[in-house]
Structures are given as structure tokens and as C-alpha cells.
DNA sequence: TAATCTTTCTTGAACGTTAATGTTATGATC
DNA sequence: GATCATAACATTAACGTTCAAGAAAGATTA
């Protein structure tokens, strides 16, 4: 049933022109006369030809292929961006391979390895940021990359395209103190991620501007665990620790927020505001809207893919990189804060 | 700066040994002597060796991946899917890549040809189900797939992995029609993909059962973009339709549903009790939990895997497929359905 | 002690393509 | 009519592996 592949070969056989012929003939080169072409094109879409990228790719030595490694594609953050480089990377016939790291260390090594292995052109890469040796060793191999999402501010090696995380942290946090709230809880996300750190400092920025003093025991860092967002919110109450205003890391964290404030009794907005970072398709999850930061993923993804292409094509100029890229980020307000002035 | 790529060559130079030696040594096979392959696996690490697996497939003819196709990863249901496709390759060390087809017909053709032209050993794809034409020209291919959530029931050389929408369909109908309600709105996906037929099917049963008349103004088909949900619902209470139940063929459309509900001053599940399917927020806990239908999607895509890995063995001994797999789903009740007895 | 087996490595070719360079006929140029 | 350019194809080698054999050495057996 299967029926042996067709090469070139096989239509070079039945043409009587040479492999090379064909190849070039295929792939529409001017050198080959137009009739000629024609007619092999026509063989081979009848022979039911299939390219073996493979053996192209071994030979030319680029393979069309780039490798989008992020922490987790089920989350749709992540999710939105894949696929928007995928769809900005076919109309470059690029294809993407996609890899998951966990945010571990070692599955980011294996798969930035996998990756290389594969020959792709370039790499674009949300880091773990669990440590720079993963990114040191990819920058030593000389494969083009771009990291997404998140960055190492201080090394200027490593180019990137990220939101502006401390706007973002900033106009939230300003937001809710514009609103009437002075004791702001802010749930982070692990600090050793710049998108974190940067939140952070916009969170500092704005509490300074208005003059309001930084409580320690009102900045938290939940994890990535959901259930921990649920129970670090059960127990604060539970102690009776003060705050109306929440500014979360992310919208899944925020929405978990909402849900145990509810569960407690309260009312969101009416006892507490809250607001998320990704705006991640409102209704996708959940029917009341949540104000969030707004980073562009689609305008992030396209900027990274542009960036890497641009990269690989220097790369074969022998120039090098120095591309970092902070998309702007704003505040859309819904219905999950509320002005208790 | 990038330093030509380590080959087996290079480190057969250095050791004296041939190329082949050094590629078997580090695929640890048992005819190289222990202490010579640990002495080429130590310099291959000290040089910093990746493998060229590009090279590896054109000889050997199997690549170590597996391509996955569906209509869109930033879809969280199929996002799901994706990430326990690839945990679970992972362990097998294969990697996959992945392909949007946006259920367009050309582009599930494209995706194909792509996945076919880097001699992937597999192909796991969620049918677009426009036609039948495009499964059947990977069937002539003669490599491995596996369908994943819909199916053609009437084909018997397409192998599968579905859920049983028929029971989901019929469990949600069921539970609606014992807890009170009689008008029930099925919003149902296209009718051509298989997993709304057969939810309807369901539907149709379980109103049978109960004695309830099939009224064809509560059967719908919003489409997939978010709007056209909102719109349907708004002209349907204006229209003054009666009905007091909703069965939703995915989460996005019952919290459309519910959004639009509210939105028009109707409480859920005060006024309406409202079901879904996928039961997708049992990961991501929002604030006002949806009853749904699950299907386990992890068991659909490790069981999708487990067959496809099946196929690439059973390919090479030359046997055939015969895989129709409908993993179970249940009914999980949350809080948008209430009993109005 | 010759024959046979093991162990451990080597040899040569092949996978299907593309890059670089060569060849041939044809027509243009002076 | 000799020279040169051009169009249209051919030839050869190479990409980095792996496969199928084979071979040299010592160990084992009859």
C-alpha cells in the first residue's frame, strides 16, 4: 500500500534530464528553460512528489525550521504566542517546532539541544531563567535566537523582545491607587523572572509616587502552583491582614483570587478590586471580565520572528545582533475593580 | 564567534578511532568496548558534540519526530492536547512539531506536505473534516497517523481517538432534563466535524428518552468566533425563544452564553442553567465554575500517542492499523446549572 | 594445533538533496 | 570565420550520519 516514496531521481528517470535539473526546474530557477520547468512540474505533481527536507536541509545547511521553546504551551499565554509565530513564520515558509521546558533547567538544556539537532535556522526562547548557562551555551553555538517575554537586562548579548513589565506593574498599581485603594496586595510571580522583577519595580514606583509606604507582608509570591494562590489568600483573610486592592502576575492567578474571595463571602468589586497582567481572551475562561494589563502577544511574536529572520539572515553576512524590543503595554478596565472613592 | 559545529569526524580525529566507532560509542551499542565508548563520550562532551540528527534521518530513514496538526494551538482544549502529546513523547525521545491549519482546508494540505517533507515517523491530526481528501492522500503516503477528537466513523482505514460525544451529549442533555428543564438550546459546533454530530446524536436521545419533543428553533450553530455566540443569544431572548437549559458545545460558548445572560439582566443559574463541554477551567479555577462535560484529555492524547508509536513499529514489521479508541467522558456539575424542580 | 568463535573495531557505500563547476550548442559580434 | 557571450543543461562532489559487511586479534574448542 505505502508505495515508495518518489525522488528526484525517479523524475529525472522518467524525463531523461539530469537530478540537478530537476531540483533547479522545481524550484523555479531562470536558468532552467520555462517550457522545461513546465513540464517536470507537472511529472512531479502527477508522480505525487514530496520534497525530502531532510536531505535539503543536510546538503544547503538551513532547514526552513525554527524552534519556539516557552514553559508551558497548555497555558494560554504561551498558547496565543506559538501561535502567532507560527502563523507570521508560514508566511516566510518557516515551519516551527515547539518544545516544552517546564520552566526546568534541564528540560531547557535538552531542549535548546534538541533543537540544534534538528538544525534549525533560529530559536526563539522564553527562558527559565533559572540560570544564564542555558542562554550562554546556546549563544556560544552561534544559532541565531531571540528571547521572548522575558530578559537578562544587564547582558547585552542576548537580544529580546519583551512587554513593558514595570509600565505595566506601575499603571496597575497607580490604577487602583487612583481608585481609592492604599493597602494593594501585590501577588508576583517568582522574582528570578525579569517580568516579575520588573512588575515589581512599577509596583514600588507607583506606591512612592503617591506616597504610600511599601508593606512587605503585602508583597507575595503564590507560585505557579494554583492551588497555593488559594490557600495564601484563605490564610491572609484568615488573619486578618489588611488590603482592598490585588494586583496579580497573571490573569490565571487573578481569576483564582477572585474565586476564593468569593468563596470567603466576599464581593469582587464591591469588597475588593482586582486586577490581572496578560489579558488573556476575556471570556475564555470565566463570564465576568477582569481588568488586566494588555501586552500586545501577537505584535511580541511578530517583532520576535522578524528580529530572529533578520538574524539569520546577517548571520550568513557574518554581522551580529543587538536587538532588544519593549512592546508597550496598557491598562483595560472591566469589571473586576471599581472606583471606592 | 561561532566556531564550526563538532562532527563525529572531529572527534574520530582526535581519538584515532573511525567515524562509525565514535557514532556507535555514543549511542552507547554494546559491540564498542566500555572503556572505549566512555573515552569518546567524554571528549564528544568535552567538545561540545551535538548530534546532527538531520544527517541521522536522511541515513536511517526515521526521524524521531512526530508531527501534530490541529486547527489551533492557542485553543486551550487543543493547547491541552499538544502539551500531553508532547510530555508524553518526550519520554519515547521524540519530539514533535506542531501545525496550525486553522480548520482550512488548504492549510491542512500544507501542514501535511510540510510534515511529510521533514520525514516525520507519525503524524497525530485533528481533522479539519472540510472533506475527506486530504486523510486520504496522507493514507496513500502510507505513514503512520492516528486522528485525534473527531473521527469518520464510516471510514475504516482512519484510525482514531475520539471521546465518547455521544454519551457527553446525552449525559448534559439528561442532567438538564432531570433537574427541571424541557426547553433546552443546544448550541452546537458545524455539523460536518464529527463531535457535533455525534453530541447531537446525544441530545436527540436523551430527549427521546424523556419524552421530549425535538423543537429544531433550539438547535443552533453559533460558529467559532465569540461574537456570533453573543449575537444569537441577545435575538433569541429578544425573539422571546423559550428555553430554560443550554448545552454548549465547548466552554467558550457556554461562558458566552452566560456573559450574554447576565449582560441581558438573567442570572445563572438562577434563571438558566448553562453546560458545557471540554471542562476546560477544571485546571484554571475562575470565579464562577462551569458545569461541563469531561473528556480526559490527557488519557485521549497519551492513548493517541501510545497507538501512533504502535503504527511506526508495526509499519516496519509491514502490518496495518485498525486503532478506534472513545475514551470516556462524565459529567462534572459546578455552578452554572441548578436543580428547578 | 587447526578450526571456530568472540570481541572490537574498520571499510565502503548509501540516504536525497544542492553547490560549484563544466560542457555543449546556438547565436551575436567584430 | 574566429571569438565570445549566453542559454540550458550535465557532472561531480559534498553534507554528516548509519547500515551492511568485513577483518584483525585473542580466546575457546575439538
Redesign the interface.
Known amino acids: 500500500?505505502?508505495?515508495k516514496?518518489v525522488t528526484l531521481k525517479d523524475i529525472a528517470e522518467r524525463t531523461n534530464y539530469t537530478i540537478n535539473t530537476v531540483s533547479r526546474a522545481l524550484k523555479d530557477k531562470e536558468d532552467i528553460a520555462l517550457e522545461t520547468r513546465k513540464k517536470i512540474q507537472r511529472l512531479a505533481k502527477e508522480m505525487?512528489y514530496?520534497?525530502?527536507?531532510?536531505?535539503g536541509?543536510?546538503r544547503s545547511g538551513y532547514?526552513k525550521?525554527i524552534a519556539v521553546i516557552v514553559g508551558?504551551?497548555?497555558?494560554?499565554h504561551f498558547?496565543?504566542i506559538?501561535?502567532?509565530i507560527?502563523?507570521a513564520a508560514?508566511k516566510h515558509r518557516y515551519?516551527?517546532?515547539?518544545?516544552?521546558t517546564e520552566d526546568r533547567e534541564e528540560l531547557e538544556e535538552s531542549a535548546i539541544?534538541?533543537a540544534?539537532?534538528?538544525?534549525v535556522d533560529g530559536i526563539i526562547i522564553c527562558p527559565s531563567q533559572r540560570s544564564e548557562d542555558n542562554i550562554w551555551f546556546l549563544q556560544?553555538?552561534?544559532v541565531p535566537f531571540v528571547l521572548i517575554g522575558r530578559r537578562f537586562k544587564s547582558i547585552p548579548e542576548f537580544d529580546y523582545v519583551i512587554c513593558d513589565d514595570e509600565k505595566g506593574g506601575y499603571l496597575a498599581t497607580k490604577y487602583l491607587l487612583d481608585t481609592g485603594h492604599k493597602r494593594i496586595l501585590f501577588l508576583n510571580g517568582p522574582l528570578h523572572i525579569s517580568s516579575a522583577e520588573e512588575r515589581y519595580e512599577g509596583y514600588k514606583k507607583a506606591l512612592q509616587e503617591y506616597g504610600v509606604p511599601l508593606d512587605p507582608q503585602l508583597v507575595r509570591e503564590p507560585g505557579l502552583i494554583?492551588s497555593e494562590t488559594?490557600h495564601l489568600i484563605r490564610s491572609l483573610i484568615e488573619e486578618g491582614v489588611d488590603f482592598t486592592g490585588v494586583f496579580a502576575f497573571n490573569d490565571?492567578i487573578a481569576?483564582?483570587t477572585?474565586?476564593m474571595l468569593?468563596k470567603l463571602g466576599y464581593g469582587?468589586p464591591k469588597d475588593y478590586s482586582v486586577i490581572g497582567f496578560d489579558n488573556i481572551n476575556a471570556?475564555?475562561?470565566?463570564?465576568?471580565?477582569l481588568t488586566s494589563i494588555s501586552n500586545s502577544k501577537s505584535k511580541m511574536s511578530r517583532r520576535a520572528l522578524d528580529i530572529l529572520l533578520k538574524k539569520i539572515n546577517e548571520?550568513q553576512a557574518g554581522k551580529?545582533g543587538g536587538y532588544r524590543e519593549v512592546v508597550d503595554t496598557r491598562l483595560v478596565v472591566r469589571d473586576s475593580t471599581r472606583n471606592s472613592h
Chains 1, 2 share one sequence.
Open positions: 500500500m505505502a508505495g516514496r505525487g514530496i520534497e525530502n527536507s531532510v536531505a536541509s543536510l532547514s525550521t508551558d504551551i497548555s497555558n494560554p498558547g496565543i506559538v501561535k502567532e507560527e502563523k508560514r515551519t516551527i517546532i515547539v518544545l516544552n539541544r534538541t540544534l539537532s534538528k538544525n556560544r553555538t552561534g494554583q488559594r490565571v481569576w483564582e477572585i474565586y468569593q469582587v471570556r475564555i475562561f470565566s463570564p465576568s471580565p548571520s551580529s
